[in-house]
C-alpha cells in the first residue's frame, strides 16, 4: 500500500495504490487524523489503483465521516474500480460519501 | 568358559603353587650346595621354567587384577597400589628385622629359614611390581592417543620377552643383549614422560599423592636393598637380581613412580592456577546449564557473583541490577551501602559509566579522599545489544589488581550471563505464549458454542449450515430463534475486523439479537434498535454488517433487512431465476445517531416450494487463491447456484464450498467464511 497526498489550494488529494487491509489502514488511519487535513475545505480521494479494500480499510473511512462532515469538509472519492464500489455498495456506504467517476467531476462537487 | 574371576584364581593358584614348588627346589639346591660345593642350583631349567610361570601367572593375575578396577580418581589407584603390594615391602622389612635379630641374637643360622626369607621377598617383589606395573599402565594411559596405545604393548611385550633370556638360562649381562637392555631401558624412559593425569589433581589431592608416592618409592628402595644385601650371601642358592625382568621392571616401577612424584611436586606450586580455571570452567558450565535446571535469574546472578569474586580474587565487590529505570543493589560482599553510595556518586561525577577498570584508585584524587582500603576497581557492565541487566563492582586491596587475564575471564562470565538472562526470559516467553494460545483455543470452543449447531428440523425447510474461522476466534456469526409456532428468525453478521475484537463484539451481537427479538419486532425495527445499542459500545473504526430474516411458513413467506450485509442470493423455482436481492441497507455503527433509521429497508417476499435461498459473508465472495487478485465474487456464486438448485440443501451447500475450495487452493484462508443454504419445501405439515 502507498499512499501520496497531493495540495491544491483548499484541497488535498489523498491517492491509495495497493491494498487497503488491516496493517496499512493503520497508516491511512494517521494521515487522517493529522490535525493538519482539517485545514482544506475538500478531501479527495484517488482510488484508480485502489484493488481491495478490508472491513479495516472502510472503518477507517468511517470513524473520520462524522468528524469531516462536521467541520463541513467534503469527503469525495473518484476513478474507485468496480469491484471497490460494490463493497462500498453493499455497505450502503454510497449513501452516506460522495463517490464520483473522474477527478474532473470530483473537482466540480468539490467546488459547488 | 572361564570367566574373569575364575581365570583370576587359577593364575594365584598357579603363581602360589609354582612358588612353593620354586621354594622346595631352592631348599633342595641349598642342601646339595652344602654337600657338594656346586654353584649351580639344581634342575636349573627347572627351576628357570617354575620361575618364570610364577611371574607370569602373578603378573596375569595383577593385570586382571588391575583392569577389572574402577576407580573414579587417581588416588585411588595409588591408594590401591599401596595398600595392596606396596606395603610388602614394609612387611619384608619387619621379618628382616626378625631374622636379623633372630640370627644375631639367638644364634639361630639355618639355610632353610634363610632361603624361607628370601623367597617370601621374592614373592612380595613380584606381586609389588606386578602391581606396579598395571598400576601405572592405567595412569600411564589416562587420556591416551594411539600411538600410545602401541608403545605401551610393544613395551608390555618386549618386557615379557626378556623373560626368554632367564628361560633359556641366558645372562642377560652378556654383551649381546646388554644393548637391546639398555635400549629397552632408554624405552622406559619414554613412557614415564606421560604423566598427564598429574595435571587433573588439585592441591589438595597432590600432596596425598605426593605421600603415596614417597611410600612406594620407598618400597622400592626397600626391596632393592634387600636383594643386593643378600646377593652377598655366600650361602644363597640362587641370586634373583640375574632377572632381566625384574630388574627392567623394577626400573619401569621405580623410574614411573619417581616421575610422577617430582612433577607433582613441581607442579604443586602451579596446581591452584589450574584449580581456578577448572572451577571457572565449571561455573561457565552451570551458568549455562541453569536453564534446563529452571533456575531462576536471582540463582543465576547467585552463581555470577560468587563465581567472578572467585575468579578474580576479589576483596569486595556488588552487584546491581536494572529494575525498571531504578538500580537494585542485590548481591554485596564485604561492602557497606553507605560505601557503595559514594562510589557511585563519584563514578557518576567523573562520568564513568561501565566497563571501566581502574588499578590505581589511590592515584585518583577523588577516590583517595573517600578513604577506601581499596586500590582496584573493575566495573563490568551485564547487557546485550538492546538490554542492560547489571553492572557488576569488583573492588581489590590491592594495586593492579584486576590484570587482562582476570578481566578477559570475568567478561566471559558476564557474557556467559547475559546469554543464560537472555535465553531464561526467551523461555517465560514462550510459557506465557503457550498460556496466550491455550486461552485463545478456550475462547475458541466458547464461541463455537455461541453459533448453533442444529437448526430445528421442519418439514417446511431444510438449512444447511458451514463456518471457518481464518483464526482461532472470528467475526462471523448466525444464529436463529423461533418467534412462535410458524416463525422463525435467522440472523447473519460480520463484525469488521478478525481476532479477538471482533469475537467479542459477534458475541454482543448475539445478546442483542436474543434481547431484542424476544419482543418479536420487523427486521428494519430490529436493525434500528441493534444500531442504537451497538453505537454505545463499538470501537470508533468497528463497524458490523447484517441481515436478519423472519420466514413465516403460514403465511409462506419471509420479511427481511440488510445491514450492510452481503445481498442475499434467492433461487425462485416459479420462474426458475437465479437472483441476488437489491436492497439498501447501511452497516450497523456507521451512523451512530437517530438518522439510521432513514438508511435501513424492510423486503417482503412470498416463497415458493423448492425456492433456495444462500445467506453468506463476505468471506466468501471475496475469497482469493493465494497471489491472485481475482476474487470468487457474487456472479460464480449465483452460477453455482444455476447448477445445483435441484439438490437437497446440504449437498448445495457441498457443491458451492467446494468449488469455492477449487477456486481458492487449500489453506488459504484470509477471512471467516460463512455460508448458509436455506431450501423451501413443498410439504407442509403444521405441527
Known sequence: MKITNEIKDSTIIITLDGELDASSSVILDEELSNPEIMKFSKILVNCENLHYISSAGL??????????????????????????????????????????????????IADE | ???????????????????????????????????????????PYIHNILLVIFIVSVFLAQRNSVLNLRKTDFLGYLWHFFLKAAIGAYIALAIYIAYVLSTDFIQITSPVLLHLVYHTFFGLLVVFLGKGFYIWRQLLLYHKNKFLQIAWDWFELLLFGTLLLTLLNFDYTSYIFLPLLALLAFYILFLCTNLKWVAYLNFNKKSRALVLLGAILLSCYIFLWFFYEFKSNTQLATDYTHVGFLLLAMLFVGLYGLAAFLVSLFSLPTSSVFEQKSEDLLNFQRLSQSIQQGQSEQQVYDTVFDSTVKASAASAGWLELDKGTEKQISHMLNITKEQIERIRHLLLAFKYDTDHINNNLDRNPGFKELELPWQSLVILPIKSLKHQFGVLYLLKDIENGFDRETVNVLQTFTNQTTLTIENLRLVAESLQNERYKEELKIASTVQENLIPKTFPSDSWFEISTHAIAAKEVGGDFYDFLQLSESRIAIIIGDVSGKGITA??????????????????????????????????????????????????????????????????????????????????????????????????????????????????????????????????GEERLRYMLEQCYHLEAEDIKFAIINDLQTFTGPNTIYDDQTLLVIKFKADQQTV
Open chain 1, 59 to 108: 472503518g477507517v473511512f468511517i470513524s473520520h465521516l462524522q468528524r469531516f462532515e462536521d467541520a463541513q469538509i467534503k469527503l469525495i472519492f473518484f476513478n474507485m474500480q468496480d469491484k471497490v464500489r460494490n463493497v462500498f455498495e453493499i455497505l450502503g456506504l454510497d449513501l452516506l460519501m460522495t463517490i464520483v467517476s473522474n477527478y474532473e467531476e470530483a473537482m466540480t
Open chain 2, 1 to 43: 568358559m572361564l570367566t574373569k574371576i575364575n581365570t583370576t584364581y587359577l593364575l594365584i593358584t598357579t603363581a602360589v603353587i609354582s612358588w612353593a614348588l620354586l621354594l622346595a627346589n631352592l631348599l633342595l639346591t641349598a642342601e646339595s650346595l652344602q654337600q657338594q660345593e656346586l654353584s649351580e642350583p639344581m634342575l
Open chain 2, 503 to 632: 469475537a467479542f463484539h459477534m458475541a454482543q451481537m448475539k445478546g442483542i439479537f436474543h434481547g431484542l427479538m424476544q419482543q418479536d419486532m420487523a427486521p428494519s425495527e430490529f436493525m434500528r434498535q441493534a444500531n442504537s445499542a451497538l453505537s454505545r459500545c463499538l470501537e470508533r473504526t468497528s463497524f458490523i454488517t447484517s441481515s436478519l430474516y423472519i420466514i413465516d411458513y403460514r403465511m409462506k413467506g419471509f420479511v427481511f433487512a440488510r445491514a450492510g450485509h452481503c445481498h442475499t442470493l434467492y433461487y425462485n423455482a416459479m420462474m426458475q431465476d437465479t437472483f441476488y436481492f437489491q436492497t439498501d441497507g447501511l452497516g450497523l455503527g456507521i451512523i451512530r445517531d437517530q438518522s439510521y433509521k432513514n438508511h435501513i429497508r424492510e423486503m417482503f417476499y412470498d416463497y415458493n416450494p423448492s425456492d433456495v435461498m444462500v445467506i453468506y459473508t463476505d468471506g466468501i465472495v471475496e475469497a482469493r487463491a493465494e497471489n491472485s487478485n481475482e476474487e470468487y
